[in-house]
């Protein structure tokens, strides 16, 4: 769903949640159009805006994967590959931010200032670093286990050749029965 944007941001994204219909949603519509006026000149600037009550079914799944609460007007950053995303921060929950706090925070965006990384804890890239370096030790006893399970298959292999042997023999001996019954059969009807 994400890849369908095409962009010339390498994939990122600015984004704006408002209902129309909604007095807050409408007032920050506002001040995104009266931004968007200013930057006209600015070919690097693309806002995607998107009014959730259109897409009644997305909202919960928007929610979940952005971590907004769609019910108040948002505009954030958003990867398109991974959907990664950070949102500008309204200090205030009743008042939006002005045309001047607004544009300044898409400033830092499109300067890399803002950007899908910045949320992510720096904690977590070290968790990871340890994870990869206890997967190489699990690798080598993998390797090990595989070397013993290769010769168990080779023992394996030697008793399966000594079982076809035998079962083909019996084979061929119950062969041998069917065809005295057929005979005695044969000599059934000649009577």
Do not use: C
């Not at 209902?19 to 007032?27: R, V």
């Not at 928007?62 to 990867?79: A, H, S, Y």
């Not at 200032?113 to 997967?135: A, G, I, L, Y």
Request: charged content about 60%; proline content about 3%.
């Amino acid at each position: 769903m994400f890849e369908t944007w095409e962009d010339d941001m390498d994939g990122i994204h600015i984004v704006a949640f408002a209902e129309e219909e909604d007095p807050d949603g409408f007032e920050f519509l506002e001040i995104l159009k009266e931004v968007a006026r200013d930057n006209t000149h600015n070919k690097d600037l693309s806002i995607v805006w998107i009014d959730p009550d259109d897409f009644p079914l997305l909202i919960t799944y928007w929610e979940k994967t952005f971590k907004v609460d769609l019910f108040r007007p948002q505009i954030g950053v958003v990867n398109v590959t991974d959907a990664d995303s950070i949102w500008m921060e309204m200090d205030d929950d009743d008042d939006l931010p002005t045309a001047e706090e607004l544009e300044d925070w898409i400033e830092d965006v499109l300067s890399g200032k803002v950007n899908t990384e910045d949320d992510d804890d720096d904690d977590d890239d070290d968790d990871d670093d340890d994870d990869d370096d206890d997967d190489d030790d699990d690798d080598d006893d993998d390797d090990d286990s595989d070397d013993d399970d290769d010769d168990d298959d080779d023992d394996n292999d030697d008793d399966d050749d000594d079982d076809d042997d035998d079962g083909d023999d019996d084979d061929d001996d119950d062969d041998d029965d069917d065809d005295d019954d057929d005979d005695d059969d044969d000599d059934d009807d000649d009577e």
